[in-house]
């Protein structure tokens, strides 16, 4: 199979299902369909070593993330801050760092670089090798501005549109942020240890406490924007965000990011861990298992926008500007609409650049607004054509909430 088909989710889905059903099989001398049963029977998981998540250990709240996240900017969920919207009215493009989300699995952890090494190896590559904080630092680099947003973004809201809470942290839209990464192209590391052509999955790993893994296809971890970052907005790269390195796979989910990275492992075989099995999948009435995962794997975040308003909060009646950002993991943003009317009417908004691809783009939008209760909606459409939908079909995580979100703001 060509490299670019593993890009599409569903290929790329199936094609490691396929390989991870036959290999499994013929290593354990049992027929495909046992296979099949033993996986759907819950056997499947807990054969292959290390799969399940184990639980964070409690720790003081003070003590999860490093950096100062004040009420005023973030939202506190557990070891998680989300970034309040209003916050960004009237900013520029970029989320400066210290209004940046924070989505730890476990805690931030404290690594020092001095001591810090990332090893390279696996049957994907022909000499595995470690590369020092500073030979990563002499290395080809680049900067580009994209978005990391969690796969959970916007879990809250199925609960409005279902009745039902999903499983996991009830982020609005504030688990997003777009900033300036520099940092090494991962295909540099990955050449400077003999990557093989027939290297398949390359499997970042960090030093945190859970060890937070998750595979990517070789063509993801060979694009050009695809990174091993060291800095973040012009600064080095702060700890709550993976320093001294994190991943940087533009378009995908947020855990594709992976921070404080210690290891990648690279395969000529299909790689799984609980975070391409047990979470980040979908599960629901509309999903498929996909053995040894619970669910198709996620890759790309969809289209979604966000006001720059607080939520449930107040706006001065009289002629004001109404502005938010939108985003697609596929593509550039082309189109923007909102209704004040409850979609009775949509206006088109004004697109301001800079509009790049696998960040967002900022809008706006004259606005007369009198006094009165509102329910503000914005939908975007990306460049293939892909608009925001009224309702998302459910699924038990909450991951890719891309449905229009009713913004409700009083005007006084
Ligand atoms: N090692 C490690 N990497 C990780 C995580 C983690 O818990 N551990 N969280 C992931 C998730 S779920 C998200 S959404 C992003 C969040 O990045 P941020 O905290 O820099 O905003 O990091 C990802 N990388
Ligand atoms: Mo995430």
Known sequence: MRGEDLLDEQVYGQA????????????????????????????????????RPRAASAQAPSDLIVKPTPPEFFNELGSNREMRWEVMYSRGYVVPNELFFVRNHSRTARLDAATWRLRVEGSGVEEPREFTYDEILGLPSVSVMRFIECAGNGRSFFEASYGNKAQGGQWKLGAIGVA?????????????????????????????????????????????????????????????????????????IGVANIKWVGRIEVSEQPLFSAWN?????????????????????????????????????????????????SWSGEGKISKVEVSLDREITWQTARLREPNIPRAWVRWDLDWDAQPGDYSLRARAT?????????????NDQGYLYGAVVKHPVTVR
């Open 277 to 325: 099995t047990e979470s980040y999948i979908l599960v629901g009435p509309q999903y498929k298992r996909n053995p040894p995962a619970k669910g198709p794997a996620l890759t790309h975040q969809n289209v979604k926008s966000a006001f720059e308003l607080p939520w449930n909060g107040e706006v001065l009646a009289g002629r004001t500007l109404l502005r938010g950002r």
């Open 16 to 51: 490691r299902t396929d390989q991870f059903v036959h290999a499994q099989a013929r290593a354990a001398g049992v027929s495909r369909r046992r296979f099949l049963e033993l996986a759907a029977a819950g056997a499947g998981a807990a054969a292959i070593g290390g799969l």
């Open 382 to 394: 990306d460049e293939r054509g892909t608009r925001q939908p009224v309702i998302v079909p459910w």
């Open 180 to 252: 300036e990464w520099t940092g090494v192209p991962l295909r540099e590391v990955l050449d400077r240890a003999g990557l093989r052509r027939s290297a398949q999955d390359v499997m970042p790993e960090g030093l945190d406490e859970l060890k937070v893994r998750r595979p990517m296809p070789i063509a993801k971890a060979l694009a050009d924007d695809t990174l091993l970052v060291y800095a973040m907005n012009g600064q080095t790269l702060p700890m709550d965000h993976g320093f001294p390195l994190r991943v940087l796979v533009p378009g995908w």
